[in-house]
């Protein structure tokens, strides 16, 4: 089984940035796909982005495309999220998870990430 472990969350003033990292052990190699979701309070699980750790191909929802990026160190077993020209409204949980199964396209399902991490704040004043 993967375990996961998120960092890098905190304050930042709107414009500003911040690099979350999630740190995997353990089985990792049954893992294809890394994702970040985030929940605002209140509302459900937004996808972010994710990335294949073999190809490093990656999906970004259309509200951070061009702002944030997600990278992976596969020596070092650990995704990163580089958040840049921070907004509130991506004040949130994020979290990291890790998706087992090997699928045609990266899935951007929250039902279908098996492993979870117990999320990073990310606050964002305006």
């Known amino acids: 089984q993967v375990q996961l472990v998120e960092s890098g969350g905190g304050l930042v003033q709107a414009g500003g940035s911040l690099r979350l990292s999630c740190a995997a052990s353990g089985r990792t190699f049954s893992s294809y796909t890394m994702g970040w979701f985030r929940q605002a309070s209140g509302k459900e699980h937004e996808f972010v982005a994710a990335i294949r750790w073999s190809r490093g191909s990656t999906a970004y929802a259309d509200s951070v495309k061009g702002r944030f990026t997600i990278s992976r160190d596969n020596a070092k077993n650990t995704v990163y999220l580089q958040m840049n020209s921070l907004k509130p409204e991506d004040t949130a949980v994020y979290y990291c998870?890790?998706?087992?199964?090997?699928?045609?396209?990266?899935?951007?399902?929250?039902?279908?990430?098996?492993?979870w991490g117990q999320g990073t704040q990310v606050t964002v004043s305006s």
């Open positions: 998870a890790a998706d087992n199964d090997l699928r045609w396209t990266i899935s951007t399902n929250k039902y279908e990430y098996d492993v």
